[in-house]
């Protein structure tokens, strides 16, 4: 039987469709071969930047280590699709917009990839400038005394907001920078699919967070997407919405419906996309990559 391109395939049964990818994954399989691009601009040097959420952290056939990078991450898909005759994958976890300039652990700085010769890039960065990851082992701590309030927002709201401060800054370097060493690319910022639902009454045990703070995380990761959405548009480059699509698929749904981890049992994947998560992103990418 012929496989249609696999994002049409999506487009037109997603949920079944990334539930039956999900189930190739995990049984070792490898991801469906695109090769009808027809009508598609081509790319030829693709530079995929950014942190745990673009390297795929928690999935299976991880390329590096102490990046915790895997070939089932979205960028990994998108070079699938369109096979660049050169991939460069950067993406590490732990990466903040600084680790742009400044090396991530031994991986040197990530714009190093980055060359006159290269027409894509994607970026996916900013939850770790506002120590998000630290916030959320907070909000667990917390949430194990009670479930009621927002314990976690009343002790780490001042220094998420120093957080946002501080990329109003570095968000609008870090694209004019790109846009400097790579003036011919397509950029394109990769929004944070949202972990958290706006409701933290629909939370069982494997998110033990208060629900008030469920509901600040919520708004605190659409905050983020929100200014990386302005800044991409003030600075020419293309955002892509992922927080739309995962609705409805956050971590406190059944297992059957998410596409985000949840918090317990903890793994390096915890509140991390999971494979059918970033098939689904790398959907929007190459979505938006066609127009």
Same mark, same amino acid.
């Given at each position: 039987?012929?496989?249609? &391109? ?17 189930? *190739? ?5 490898? @991801? ?11 790319? +030829? =040097? ?6 745990? $959420? ?19 991450? $979205? ?11 050169? /991939? ?6 732990? !990466? ?5 300039? +400044? =090396? ?7 714009? +190093? ?11 996916? *960065? ?37 957080? /946002? ?10 694209? !004019? ?7 011919? !690319? ?9 972990? /958290? ?20 995380? =919520? ?8 200014? *990386? ?16 699509? /995962? ?17 317990? @049992? ?5 509140? &991390?996309? +999971?494979?059918?998560? =970033? ?13």
């Amino acid at each position: 039987m012929a496989l249609s &391109h696999p994002y049409s395939t999506v487009r037109k049964g997603l949920v079944t469709a990334a539930a039956l990818t999900a189930s *190739l994954l995990t049984s070792g399989a490898a @991801p469906a071969t695109a090769a009808d691009v027809s009508g598609q601009r081509s790319v +030829n =040097h693709y530079v995929a930047l950014g942190d745990s $959420y673009a390297a795929g952290t928690g999935l299976s056939q991880q390329t590096d280590a102490e990046c915790m990078r895997s070939k089932g991450s $979205y960028p990994a898909w998108i070079a699938e699709t369109y096979k660049p005759s050169v /991939f460069k994958d950067v993406t590490c976890s732990g !990466a903040t917009t600084r680790s742009l300039w +400044n =090396h991530e652990g031994s991986s040197a700085p990530q714009v +190093n990839a980055l060359t006159r010769d290269t027409d894509l890039v994607t970026v996916t *960065l900013g939850g770790n400038d506002l120590g998000f990851s630290d916030v959320i082992t907070r909000c667990v701590l917390a949430g194990l005394t009670t479930r009621e309030g927002t314990p976690c927002r009343d002790k780490a709201a001042k220094e998420v907001d120093a957080g /946002f401060a501080r990329l109003n800054t570095r968000l609008p370097d870090m694209l !004019a920078d790109i846009e400097r060493r790579s003036p011919q !690319a397509r950029v394109v910022v990769v929004g944070y699919p949202n972990p /958290f639902p706006a409701d933290g009454s629909t939370c069982g045990s494997s998110v033990p967070v208060a629900k008030g703070d469920v509901a600040w995380l =919520h708004q605190t990761t659409n905050r983020l997407n929100f200014m *990386l959405e302005l800044v991409a548009l003030t600075k020419d480059a293309e955002y892509v919405d992922t927080s739309t699509v /995962f609705r409805g698929h956050d971590m406190c749904r059944p297992s059957s419906a998410q596409w985000i981890n949840p918090l317990l @049992p903890v793994t390096s994947g915890s509140a &991390h996309p +999971n494979a059918v998560g =970033h098939l689904i992103t790398a959907v929007e990418v190459y979505e938006r990559l066609k127009k």
